[in-house]
Structures are given as structure tokens and as C-alpha cells.
């Protein structure tokens, strides 16, 4: 008899933890905006047994039980049995928990166009802190199922919350053993959303490469050539070995913003998004060089000697563009090469 039930009440969880179907429509009138979050706690991906619906049900729990509480439907990205964007429905225009917009639709979080970073739980809290987090997601940029990497071979691919596109879905796997967060999106409406831009500096990835032989002056025109129609003085992003990288700058307290609107500094210390922006409005991951480990720090001896010697025996360091962390900013590689052409962060006056 004792089985009888267990199996009764294994059946009925799985039907419960079945997420409901959205209601969207085409146009929310309404007004309101889908919340995204990362969540709070931590989760064992074997014991959703290859059921991504239960991931569903823990993100929508995770949100009802927030304080405040977020009510609504919301699933997990994650491709379990499933591709991740196929749950998505017609939902567009998310927001984290601060209201600052996430991304506005499936198409632009498969092309990569992604705001602020999801970096905040749903209770607002900030979770990356000083310690790196991984986010189960088993999925491509593209949303599409990684197989071999969604739990059926014991591996699942992670994200990391600090990053634009692809590392906020796609970094490299880990033991679906393991602790891993989820990304939660709520799929109950259609409103468009976008950054608000104010009088903040504007900042920009180069499209184009520089060669570290070439010096400051080169790199500084390769900023002036590719601002194009843009109004102000750009410099780059790079220290040399007697002076940081921000010191190239006019400090003040006036932020500054990428060129899709989204504020990324005001102080070259704390970042709340990465410079993934170029002037032709591509949003890219690459390797950034930076000449020390943070945009505030020197590296003596790291510059590629103050970036005109390419065969210079040092190691550089780089950043890359995805991330908001200091990854972003010089401490992704201490090992970068001064023989290779990589991207700039040009920054205005």
C-alpha cells in the first residue's frame, strides 16, 4: 500500500510543478514589465530528473515567496528535455529586480543584445559578490539545447550573472551534482523596454583592433576614427607603466554610459554592466587590452612597455568585453600576448 501512495504522490507533485500557461498577448495594456531575476538558493540539477518543469516551479516559488512577493508565471533558462526558449511564448520586456531593463525580447537575448547584466535575486540582493556563481542553463547563446551538456551525460552547461552575451548562458559545464543558481524569467507580458539615456559620457568596444607596437597615440586615433559622427574627445582604456587607465580621463562625477544607453561606470572601480557596445551597434565578446588588472591599478613592466615594444617578454593583461566584473577590466588574463592584435575600450572625455 505504502508504494501505492508514494507513487500517487510522485505523479501529483510532477503535475504541480507544471507551470500554467501564459496569457500573453501581442501588447500588454497594461503596462507591466516581465521580472527576471537569478535566484536566491542554489540547486542540484539530478533532482529535477531531467524535468526542466520542476526548475519552472522552483523559480515561481522563489518569486511568490520573495517580500515583497512577485506574483505571475515564471520559468527557468534552462534546456532540460527542452530548449530554453521554447517557454518563452510571445513574453517580452524584462526588468531585474531594481527595474533596470534585463533584455526586451527571445530575439534579442539570442543575438546577444542584453542591458544589465542578471545579476540580482529576487529579493533584490546582488548575488555575485566577491565569489565567482555559476547558473545551470544547458544552453547555447541561440537558446537551444547543448547536448551532452543538459544533465543526460551527468554535465550541465553554466552562465556566469556578471556577464553580457554568451557567458551569461554560456561559460563551459559543471557536475549537475553541483550547487548551481537558475535564471528565472516571468512570461506574463508584452511591453517593450529599453535603457534610459541621459547627459552621462559615452564609452565604446572598438570593432577593429589595435597592435600594441603602435603606441598610445595609435590607439587613441583608432578611438577617434571609429566614434565616427560622435561628438567629444575619446581616448583608450590603457594603462601604461607609470599611470593607471582611468587617469587618461577627466574624472568627474559625471557616469558614463554604452551607446545603447546602459550607464556601465562613474568611478572605474565598480561596474554595473559591461562595455559590449561598439559604435556600430554589435554586441561583442572579445579579448580587450587593458595593461594591469583593474582599470585603477599599475602593472609596471605588463604594458608592453607603455605599448610600443611587440616583443616585449612580459605578459599583459586583458579583459573581456562580456563582463561586468574585473574580468572585463584587465584581470580575465594576466598571460596576454604584446604579439597579437586585440580589441580597446575608448572612453570620452
Known amino acids: 500500500m505504502g508504494w501505492r501512495w508514494l507513487l500517487v504522490l510522485t505523479t501529483c507533485a510532477s503535475c504541480l510543478f507544471k507551470p500554467q500557461p501564459s496569457q500573453v498577448q501581442d501588447a500588454d495594456p497594461s503596462g507591466v514589465t516581465n521580472l ?37 508565471n515564471f520559468v527557468a533558462w534552462l534546456s532540460m528535455g527542452r530548449d530554453a ?19 526586451d525580447q527571445l530575439e534579442d537575448l539570442i543575438a546577444g543584445k542584453i542591458y544589465y547584466p542578471l545579476e540580482l535575486d529576487e529579493t533584490g540582493l546582488n548575488v555575485t559578490g566577491s565569489a565567482d556563481v555559476s547558473v545551470a542553463t544547458g544552453t547555447r547563446q541561440d537558446g537551444t539545447r547543448i547536448a551532452g551538456s543538459d544533465c543526460t551525460s551527468g554535465m550541465v552547461e553554466f552562465g556566469t550573472p556578471d556577464a553580457g552575451a554568451p557567458g551569461w548562458t554560456e561559460v563551459g559545464t559543471l557536475s549537475c551534482s553541483s550547487n548551481l543558481h537558475l535564471y528565472c524569467l516571468q512570461i506574463d507580458h508584452a511591453v517593450p523596454v529599453a535603457p534610459t539615456s541621459g547627459n552621462e559620457r559615452r564609452v565604446f568596444v572598438t570593432d577593429g583592433t589595435f597592435g600594441p607596437s603602435a603606441g598610445l597615440s595609435a590607439a587613441d586615433a583608432i578611438c577617434d576614427t ?30 558614463w554610459r554604452r551607446l ?32 594591469a588588472p583593474t582599470a585603477d591599478s599599475l602593472a609596471s613592466g605588463h604594458t608592453c612597455a607603455s605599448w610600443t615594444d611587440p616583443m616585449a617578454l612580459a605578459r599583459t ?33
Open 36 to 72: 527576471a531575476f537569478v535566484s536566491s538558493r542554489t540547486y542540484v540539477l539530478n533532482m529535477f530528473a531531467n524535468d526542466a518543469s520542476l526548475a519552472d516551479r522552483a523559480c515561481s516559488d522563489l518569486a511568490h515567496q520573495a517580500s515583497p512577493p512577485h506574483g505571475g
Open 260 to 291: 545603447d544607453g546602459v550607464v556601465v561606470t562613474s568611478d572605474w572601480q565598480t561596474f554595473t554592466a559591461p562595455i559590449t557596445v561598439t559604435p556600430t551597434q554589435k554586441y561583442v565578446s572579445d579579448l580587450v587590452y587593458i595593461g
Open 85 to 103: 526558449k521554447s517557454v518563452i511564448g510571445n513574453a517580452r520586456g524584462w526588468v531585474r529586480s531594481d527595474g533596470k531593463p534585463f533584455a
Open 226 to 255: 571609429e566614434k565616427g559622427t560622435l561628438s567629444g574627445t575619446f581616448r583608450a582604456l590603457l594603462a601604461t607603466d607609470t599611470a593607471v587607465a582611468h587617469a587618461r580621463f577627466n574624472n568627474a562625477p559625471t557616469p
Open 317 to 349: 593583461y586583458l579583459g573581456i568585453s562580456d563582463r561586468s566584473s574585473t574580468d572585463g577590466f584587465g584581470s580575465y588574463s594576466s598571460n596576454g600576448s604584446c604579439t597579437v592584435l586585440n580589441h580597446l575600450y575608448c572612453v570620452e572625455q
